[in-house]
C-alpha cells in the first residue's frame, strides 16, 4: 500500500511541476512586452512618432509624446492629439493586444475630425510603456481611470468618450467598474473579452 500511495505522490508532484513550468512558460511568452509596431496606421499623425509619414498629401494632426503618474506614483505613456478648433470633447482611444497606441489612428482621425482632442495611451507593456509584462486590461483600468483624472484636472469641463478595440474593449468595461467622475458621458467597447479564460 505504502509504495502505491509513494508512486500516486511522485505522479501528482510530476504533474504539478509539468503544469507549473508549462504555464510559466505560456505566460511568460503570452503576456511579456509587446514590440509589434503600427506606423502605418499613423500616416496622418506628425511629431514625436518614429517613422515620417508615407503620404504628404493628408492633412496631417500634431501628436505629442506625454507622461503622467499614476496613482503608484510610476510613469505611463500616451500620446496627445490637440485638434485646432478649440473644444471641451476628448476621447481615450484604447488599443488591443500587442498593438500600440497608433494602431488606434483611423479611429483617432475620425474623432479628430469631428472635432474631439485625443489622448493614445499605451497599457501596460505595450511600446512606451516602461511595464514588462501585460496586465490584459486589469491593472490598464485604473491607468485610464488616471487619464481621466489628469484630463479632468487640466480641462475641468472636458466630456470624456472611453473607445477601446479587443483587450482596449475590455479594459473600457472593466474602467466604466471603477468611480468615475461625470465628465465621463459615454463608453464605447468593441469585441472585448468577457474573461481571460474566453
Same mark, same amino acid.
Given at each position: 500500500f505504502m509504495g502505491k500511495k509513494n508512486k500516486i505522490l511522485k505522479a501528482?508532484?510530476?504533474a504539478g511541476a509539468v503544469y507549473t513550468i508549462s504555464g510559466a512558460a505560456f505566460t511568460g511568452f503570452v503576456l511579456t512586452r509587446a514590440h509589434k509596431h503600427f506606423s502605418k496606421f499613423a500616416d496622418w499623425v506628425k511629431g514625436t512618432e518614429p517613422d515620417p509619414p508615407a503620404d504628404t498629401s493628408k492633412t496631417q494632426a500634431k501628436s505629442d509624446h506625454i507622461?503622467?503618474?499614476?496613482r503608484d506614483n510610476k510613469p505611463i505613456h500616451g500620446f496627445m492629439i490637440k485638434n485646432p478648433v478649440e473644444s471641451d470633447k476628448w476621447a481615450i482611444l484604447i488599443h488591443g493586444f500587442n498593438c500600440e497606441p497608433f494602431y488606434m489612428a483611423n479611429l483617432a482621425e475620425k474623432y479628430y475630425e469631428w472635432g474631439y482632442n &485625443?489622448? %493614445?495611451p499605451a497599457l501596460r507593456g505595450h511600446d512606451h510603456?516602461?511595464?514588462?509584462? !501585460?496586465?490584459m486590461g486589469w491593472l490598464d483600468r485604473l491607468d485610464m481611470v488616471d487619464w481621466v483624472n489628469y484630463l479632468v484636472t487640466i480641462h475641468p469641463?472636458?466630456? &470624456?468618450? %472611453?473607445?477601446?478595440?479587443s483587450m482596449g474593449g475590455a479594459t473600457v468595461m472593466m474602467t !466604466?467598474?471603477?468611480e468615475l467622475p461625470v465628465n465621463v458621458k459615454c463608453a464605447i467597447e468593441d469585441c472585448g473579452f468577457t474573461s481571460v479564460w474566453d
Open positions: 501528482a508532484a510530476i507622461v503622467i503618474k499614476n &485625443i489622448i %493614445l510603456s516602461e511595464h514588462n509584462t !501585460v496586465s469641463e472636458c466630456q &470624456i468618450v %472611453l473607445h477601446g478595440i !466604466v467598474g471603477e
